[in-house]
């Protein structure tokens, strides 16, 4: 894979403006490496991953996954530093804590690995036995008794590799429609070719009512559809301002008016262990309590996500941006709505 050229073919060549008044116009990849040094180095560090994981495969992703987060951890300083900030406040503990250190490093090293994995996946497609193998998966009953005709939307969250369990529902007939986002660093590719390879349905959540109408046209076929709503939106003005973690950030709102559009249910599935491989459960079906606004319901999905974050928060992905970036809340705020309910 070219790295330098790479980053080149993935910008567009049109030559722009330096905005520094100096008259120049420079190529737009020399515009974002001056401008945008964290595209570029996050750019840089897919390339350098997707170059590893082609050469170890996806055999070799815990391995080379756990010295890469082990890397990132120690030279990380910034990154470092706001995530333990961030994460001491959610588990009430000093940053000192050495449990807060602990926690963060494994969660590093669990989600590097399954980084790595996806993109092994999306590379190449793994083969069904070697998924069950890779993934053990429980609770299906929750999600066959939640289908009934309306679809299903399967909440997923930012701890450990979903897809897996995705590919294993795909094997087994299940329609799949996998809603992905789209970052700066990745090919436009990357997903758009990667998912289909497994019988999935992909959606790029970045066109935003494009995707959510074909969301709603998902759900109306009784598809199953995988969507995450646990990080912030890049634009304030298209989410929710709302307290998770510990910080007040724009949550994403589209999960939710999904299932109130349509009826259809949401099934969580949560990730209970990364080894010796990784156990993902479905939960039964959230119930939303009648009468609440959006923003309400909302805020119960979100209670919920942090109850079971707050029970293995080493699984989670604490340093991806989209949190780590929002500074943590001055003081709680009790929350709109009540505690979420659970159908038996």
């Not at 403006?17 to 595209?39: Q, T």
């Not at 840089?44 to 997707?50: C, Q, V």
């Not at 079906?285 to 009468?291: H, K, S």
Request: proline share 5%.
């Amino acid at each position: 894979m070219r790295q330098l050229r790479g980053v080149r073919g993935q910008v567009s060549e049109r030559k722009i403006s330096s905005g520094v008044g100096d008259g120049k116009v420079r190529p737009r990849w020399i515009h974002e490496l001056l401008n945008a040094p964290g595209n570029f180095r996050r750019r840089i560090m897919f390339l350098s991953f997707r170059r590893i994981i082609r050469f170890v495969g996806f055999d070799g992703a815990r391995r080379y996954g756990a010295c890469l987060a082990a890397t990132h951890y120690r030279l990380a300083f910034g990154t470092r530093r706001r995530c333990m900030q961030g994460l001491a406040a959610f588990m009430g503990r000093e940053v000192s804590d050495p449990k807060v250190a602990t926690t963060l490093r494994e969660a590093y090293r669990v989600n590097t690995i399954a980084a790595l994995e996806v993109l092994s996946m999306m590379e190449c497609r793994l083969e069904a036995e070697r998924m069950r193998q890779r993934c053990r998966v429980d609770g299906i009953e929750n999600l066959e008794s939640a289908r009934t005709g309306k679809g299903v939307i399967v909440l997923a969250m930012h701890a450990g590799n979903s897809l897996l369990l995705a590919g294993q529902l795909a094997e087994a007939g299940w329609p799949i429609t996998v809603v992905y986002h789209q970052t700066r660093m990745q090919s436009k590719q990357f997903f758009s070719t990667g998912l289909p390879r497994y019988g999935f349905e992909a959606i790029l959540a970045n066109e935003g009512f494009i995707a959510y109408a074909r969301m709603l046209d998902a759900l109306r076929k009784n598809r199953v559809l995988f969507a995450m709503m646990d990080q912030g939106v890049e634009n304030a003005q298209t989410g929710l301002m709302l307290r998770f973690l510990g910080k007040d950030m724009p949550m994403p709102g589209g999960v939710v008016q999904l299932a109130r559009q349509t009826r259809a249910p949401i099934v969580p599935i949560v990730t209970l262990a990364a080894d010796p491989v990784w156990h993902l459960e479905f939960e039964p079906r959230l119930v939303l309590p009648p009468g609440g606004t959006v923003q309400e319901d909302v805020a119960q999905v979100l209670r919920y996500m942090e109850t079971k974050i707050r029970t293995r928060p080493e699984l989670w992905s604490w340093p991806h941006r989209r949190w780590r970036h929002f500074p943590v809340a001055e003081q709680e705020r009790p929350a709109p709505g009540q505690s979420f309910r659970r159908n038996s």
